[in-house]
């Protein structure tokens, strides 16, 4: 049975956004309401992304949104953290792929690219006519990517790159990828690259078998002695606290996608809970049991929606730190997942079925607990700056 979303705010949260904020986040939510929701279940099952929404997508602006210029909408940070919410209130697979384009792509093209590059990528890319994935994590290189093993060797008009990429979202429908890499000519030092994907020597290969993201594409990479002009350095690149500085633009939005996929879980728990009828034709919600576990759920995602706005707020003040965000995401993904897992249970069997969209959101939810930092990463971020003591 398909039940419709009636939003989510115990706290009177909306008086809190403005009214340009509170347009951005209609907007969002109709086009899921239009757009994803009727297809995302077959999406779900036949493991395809609905690549069909990313020009739509585009003619909203919900690509790069709070880059200026290049014909991004130059939006504030918690504007886009309201797009992700609605859009994971959809699925997290395509709030996967655009924080992809827009914080692991687009951003570092804005901030550590030549003029150049900007102008050849940005727009297309805002539109959605180029697409672009992030190569950081390898096959014995995830959580501790220092490890990378991908080199870039100078030749006398360019690079080479060698070396192989795994769990990349977008990998192979990207036009470019960002590939990090250490560079022999900056002292073995980490480096971003734009590789074109038609290059020779560059190859990526979906995944399969994922029972999580599945309307996302998740690919590994493989540069075989790829040759890349000089120009294709991002300049401004410094090591890895480059590459991590695009990452914390991506587990911002996360800690706000993750929202959208706690309030879909959320509400339709709620609604079944009053439907669903056990024991003196009584409705289930009526259960003390229940009710715990529905006023749980409630709770922690009014706390986690304050916890995003004020990250939102401070990071519009230019006044957010890296720690900032970790906590944001760790929370409100352990939040989300939790939520998830007690809809579930609320709702029985049906809880396992794809009629509802819980057990999808639980699903999904596994992986975004995994990327862009481990749960337990974040809890080791924080642990170092409540301390001062680096426990990694
Ligand atoms: C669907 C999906 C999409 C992804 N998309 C991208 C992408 O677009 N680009 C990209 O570069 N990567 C991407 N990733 C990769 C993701 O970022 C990594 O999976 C993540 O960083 C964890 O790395 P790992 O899987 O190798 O796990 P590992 O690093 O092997 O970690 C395994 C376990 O060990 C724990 N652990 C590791 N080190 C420590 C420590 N010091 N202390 C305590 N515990 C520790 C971790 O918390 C975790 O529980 C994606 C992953 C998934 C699942």
């Given amino acids: 049975m398909a039940l419709k979303f009636r939003g989510f705010d115990l706290v009177e949260f909306d008086t809190l956004l403005s009214e340009d904020e509170q347009l951005v986040r209609s907007t969002a939510r109709q086009f899921v309401e239009d757009n994803l929701l009727p297809i995302i279940e077959i999406c779900n099952r036949e493991g395809r992304f609905p690549r069909e929404l990313v020009a739509p997508l585009g003619e909203l602006g919900f690509f790069g949104p709070t880059l200026e210029g290049y014909g991004c909408a130059g939006m504030s940070n918690v504007e886009y953290g309201l797009i992700m919410q609605e859009l994971e209130r959809g699925d997290s697979g395509l709030r996967s792929f655009c924080s992809v384009q827009s914080s692991l792509v687009m951003y570092p093209i804005y901030t550590f690219g030549s003029e150049e590059q900007k102008t050849r990528w940005l727009e297309p890319m805002a539109r959605g006519t180029k697409l672009g994935c992030f190569g950081l994590t390898e096959p014995d290189a995830g959580s501790n990517p220092g490890a990378m093993r991908t080199r870039a060797a100078s030749t006398a008009d360019g690079y080479v790159l060698n070396g192989e990429k795994m769990w990349i979202t977008s990998g192979s429908i990207a036009d470019v990828a960002v590939v990090w890499a250490k560079s022999d000519e900056h002292g073995g030092k980490v480096r971003g690259f734009l590789v074109e994907t038609d290059r020779p020597g560059f190859r990526a290969e979906d995944v399969h078998g994922k029972w999580s993201l599945r309307a996302s594409v998740?690919?590994?990479?493989?540069?075989?002695?790829?040759?890349?002009?000089?120009?294709?350095?991002?300049?401004?690149?410094?090591?890895?606290?480059?590459?991590?500085?695009?990452?914390?633009?991506?587990?911002?939005?996360?800690?706000?996608?993750?929202?959208?996929?706690?309030?879909?879980?959320?509400?339709?728990?709620?609604?079944?809970?009053?439907?669903?009828?056990?024991?003196?034709?009584?409705?289930?919600?009526?259960?003390?049991?229940?009710?715990?576990?529905?006023?749980?759920?409630?709770?922690?995602?009014?706390?986690?929606?304050?916890?995003?706005?004020?990250?939102?707020?401070?990071?519009?003040?230019?006044?957010?730190?890296?720690?900032?965000?970790?906590?944001?995401?760790?929370?409100?993904?352990?939040?989300?997942?939790?939520?998830?897992?007690?809809?579930?249970?609320?709702?029985?069997?049906?809880?396992?079925?794809?009629?509802?969209?819980?057990?999808?959101?639980?699903?999904?939810?596994?992986?975004?607990?995994?990327?862009?930092?481990?749960?337990?990463?974040h809890t080791l971020i924080l642990g170092a700056a409540i301390t001062g003591i680096d426990a990694f």
């Fill in 218 to 377: 998740t690919s590994s990479l493989s540069l075989s002695d790829v040759k890349i002009p000089k120009e294709n350095l991002l300049p401004r690149t410094e090591g890895l606290k480059s590459a991590l500085m695009c990452l914390n633009q991506a587990r911002y939005g996360i800690a706000w996608g993750v929202l959208g996929a706690a309030m879909a879980c959320y509400d339709t728990a709620l609604q079944y809970a009053q439907f669903r009828k056990q024991f003196r034709d009584q409705p289930i919600a009526g259960h003390q049991l229940v009710q715990e576990k529905l006023v749980w759920m409630a709770s922690e995602i009014s706390k986690a929606q304050l916890l995003a706005l004020q990250v939102g707020r401070l990071k519009d003040q230019g006044k957010a730190q890296h720690f900032h965000i970790s906590l944001a995401k760790r929370n409100n993904v352990w939040m989300a997942l939790e939520c998830a897992r007690m809809a579930r249970d609320i709702l029985g069997a049906n809880g396992i079925a794809d009629e509802y969209p819980v057990f999808r959101h639980l699903a999904n939810l596994e992986s975004v607990k995994t990327y862009e930092g481990t749960h337990d990463i």
